[in-house]
C-alpha cells in the first residue's frame, strides 16, 4: 500500500491516506449565536467603557472569557454581586440566556441591559412561554445545572419538568404529575446530542402518544452541523481532538460523537492540553472545535501537531454557514 493506511468508510468505501496526518473539520469553532455573543460585550466595553458585568461566561471558553477580563468586563453568577453605580450598571445576559426572574431583578435595580442570549434559544423561550398561556404542561430535554437549561426552565414558574435521559422519562410518567397527557409539549436545550435527543423523545412518545414536539428542531444548526462534520473525520482517523472547554456542552457532545464512531478522542481547552505520549499512539489525527472555540485555538494545535511529526494537513468538506444575528440596535 506504498506506506498509506486503509480504512472503510460508512459508505462501505475504502478510505486510503498518508500516515501522520491531520484532518480539519469543517465547520468547527464560533457560530453566529457565539460571534454575537462576544461582540456585544466589546461593544458594550467600547461605548460605555469597564467596568460592564456579565452575568455568567458570556460563552464556555476560558480563552476569549480571558480576553473580556482584561479590558473591563466582569464576569458575576449573581445580579447582587453587580454594584449601584449612577446611571445603573452595565449588564450583558450570556449567551446560554436567563430566568424571567433575572430580569425581572435587573429591571427593578436599573441595570442597563443588553440581552446576548442567542436568538436561537430565545426561540425555545419563547416557545416555552407560548405553550404555558396555552394550558400545556412543557418537558424539556437537557443537562441538569446547565445555564442553558436554568434559563429555559425559568420562562415558567411551574408547569415544567425536565428530562436527561430515557430513565428520566418512565420515572416522570411513574410521577403523576402529568395532569393531562393531551396537553404535554416538549422543548429540547440546543447544544445536545443528537442521536442521544432522538431516543430520549422515542421514549417520550412512547409514554406519552399524544405529546406536542417543537414547531421546529430546537438542536441548533451549528450544533448539528459541527456533529455530522465530527462524523465524517472520526470514519477517516483514529485520533480525534476537540478544542474546547469542559463547561461547553456542545464540545463535549463533539467528543461522544468521535468516540461512537470508533476514534480515540480527548478535549482540550488548547495546545498545552495535547499529551505527545497519548498522541504517539495516533496515525491520523482529526480535529475540530466547539462553536465557542476561537480559531486561533485550533490553529495553534495544528502547529504543535506538526512539531509531533503531523505535518499533512488537510480540511474535509462540510457544510457552509452563513447565519449572522443581529446586535441590539443600542450596539449597531
Known amino acids: 500500500m506504498n506506506g498509506s493506511l486503509s480504512k472503510t ?17 469543517n465547520p ?20 460605555f467603557g469597564a467596568p460592564i458585568y456579565v452575568r455568567h461566561e458570556v460563552v464556555h471558553n476560558k480563552h476569549v472569557v480571558e480576553g473580556l477580563r482584561s479590558r473591563g468586563a466582569v464576569f458575576v453568577e449573581e445580579l447582587s454581586q453587580v454594584p449601584e453605580v449612577p446611571g445603573g450598571a452595565v449588564v450583558v445576559f450570556s449567551a446560554h440566556g436567563v430566568s424571567k426572574s433575572l430580569r425581572t431583578e435587573a429591571k427593578t435595580r436599573g441595570f442597563r441591559v443588553f440581552d446576548a442570549t442567542c436568538p436561537l434559544v430565545t426561540k425555545v423561550h419563547v416557545e416555552v412561554m407560548k405553550l404555558r398561556r ?14 442553558e437549561v436554568e434559563g429555559t426552565m425559568g420562562q415558567a414558574e411551574e408547569g415544567m419538568f425536565l428530562v436527561e435521559d430515557e430513565a428520566d422519562v418512565e420515572r416522570l410518567a411513574a410521577s403523576g404529575r402529568i395532569t393531562d397527557p393531551a396537553k404535554l409539549a416538549f422543548v429540547t436545550q440546543t447544544t445536545l446530542s443528537v442521536e442521544d435527543t432522538a431516543r430520549v423523545v422515542d421514549a417520550l412518545k412512547r409514554v406519552f402518544p399524544a405529546i406536542r414536539p417543537p414547531r421546529k428542531d430546537d438542536i441548533c444548526y451549528a450544533t448539528t452541523n459541527r456533529q455530522e ?5 472520526a470514519a477517516q482517523t483514529d485520533t480525534v ?5 469542559m463547561a461547553s456542552s456542545n464540545a463535549n457532545r463533539l467528543r461522544e460523537v468521535a468516540e461512537r464512531m470508533g476514534a480515540r478522542a480527548v478535549l482540550v481547552d488548547d495546545a498545552d492540553g495535547l499529551d505527545p505520549e497519548w498522541l504517539a499512539k495516533a496515525s491520523r489525527i482529526g480535529v475540530t472545535a466547539g462553536a465557542s472555540t476561537p480559531e486561533h485555538l485550533v490553529q495553534d494545535i495544528v502547529a504543535r501537531l506538526g512539531q509531533l511529526g503531523f505535518g499533512n494537513v488537510t480540511a474535509a468538506p462540510g457544510e457552509t454557514e452563513d447565519i449572522e444575528f443581529r446586535l441590539p440596535a443600542a450596539l449597531g
Do not use: T
Request: proline residues 5%; positive net charge.
Open 134 to 147: 396555552d394550558g400545556y404542561q412543557v418537558i424539556m430535554i437537557g443537562h441538569a445545572g446547565h445555564p
Open 229 to 233: 462534520a465530527v462524523k465524517r473525520i
Open 9 to 25: 468508510s460508512s459508505g462501505g468505501q475504502p478510505l486510503r491516506f498518508m500516515p501522520k496526518s491531520v484532518v480539519l473539520a
Open 241 to 245: 481532538i476537540v478544542v474546547g472547554s
Open 28 to 47: 468547527r469553532g464560533f457560530c453566529a449565536g457565539v460571534d454575537r455573543a462576544i461582540l456585544i460585550v466589546e461593544r458594550a466595553l467600547e461605548k
